[in-house]
């Protein structure tokens, strides 16, 4: 099965939703109108409320069916396609979290992720979520990543078992780590063995310089698609599933080989250790 999935690479105003909400709707109506075929739009993250890091984060939070959530479900079931958007979500008890939300062509949530793994700075704003997030949909099955999630193996481990398609990371990574964004991406579409778009931001948020190059990865870590001009503000791909099941037939083959055994036994003894 191929999808056409559309990258929007905008710069979000910090602290501006009515604006970055408008840009977006933007995006998505001129992105079906010259790219009839597409399935699916992922912006990057926070991109309701541009991304920063200050007490005011508070005045732009919303519970996970607010405003925002009314706008883009209305956007979405216009277009017709999925929709994936981020914020900043408060709970009842008056948490605020780094989230996502994937909309069907229908404007129904049919995903929501809380960033796990938090960087030092958002610690100090943000609680972290504790569950991952695969979901079944017919564009294929995907899992939510924020970021730095990126960053670390185990997710991507799990998501393998899990026997993911996509991999959906919408990002604000700033420079000068253009290359541990690119490398820690690639990497997490091999563990995988799935696709990987990651949608980062561009222009500027206070002292943090966002680089754009927004990409889809193969599953075998290649690219198939970079923004090459970060002027640009929107780019459309097509992925093949039908390519993830020739790369696991005849290389890929992780999840046959695994030793969970002597993994877990490793770990059990070690936990026996220091009681």
Avoid at 9 to 27: A, L
Avoid at 249 to 266: A, G, L, P, S
Wanted: charged fraction near 25%; proline fraction near 5%; aromatic fraction near 12%.
């Amino acid at each position: 099965m191929k999808v056409q999935m559309a990258l929007s690479q905008r710069e979000f105003i910090p602290g501006d939703k009515k604006s970055n909400i408008q840009r977006m709707e933007e995006d998505i109506e001129l992105c079906k109108r010259k790219k009839p075929r597409t399935n699916l739009v992922v912006f990057p993250e926070l991109s309701a409320t541009g991304y920063f890091l200050e007490p005011a984060l508070r005045d732009v939070a919303e519970e996970r069916f607010g405003s925002t959530f009314q706008r883009m479900s209305t956007a979405a079931k216009r277009e017709g396609l999925y929709l994936l958007y981020g914020y900043v979500e408060k709970d009842t008890s008056d948490h605020l979290y780094n989230s996502t939300m994937l909309l069907d062509p229908n404007g129904q949530c049919i995903a929501h992720y809380r960033k796990i793994h938090l960087t030092p700075f958002e610690k100090e704003f943000f609680k972290g979520g504790d569950a991952p997030v695969v979901v079944d949909t017919p564009i294929g099955r995907i899992a939510l990543l924020i970021c730095w999630d990126l960053a670390f193996p185990e997710y991507s481990a799990y998501l393998s078992k899990e026997g993911v398609e996509l991999v959906l990371a919408p990002s604000a990574w700033e420079s000068p780590y253009e290359g541990p964004f690119a490398r820690f991406a690639s990497a997490r579409a091999i563990d995988t063995t799935a696709y990987v778009a990651t949608c980062n931001h561009k222009g500027q948020s206070g002292n943090l310089s966002f680089f754009g190059q927004s990409r889809v990865y193969n599953p075998d870590g290649t690219k198939v698609a970079l923004f090459e001009n970060i002027q640009e503000k929107w780019m459309v791909s097509t992925i093949d599933y039908d390519v993830i099941k020739k790369w696991k037939q005849r290389f890929f083959t992780m999840n046959d080989d695994r030793r969970t055994d002597v993994f877990e036994r490793r770990e059990s003894y070690a936990n026996q250790k220091n009681r």
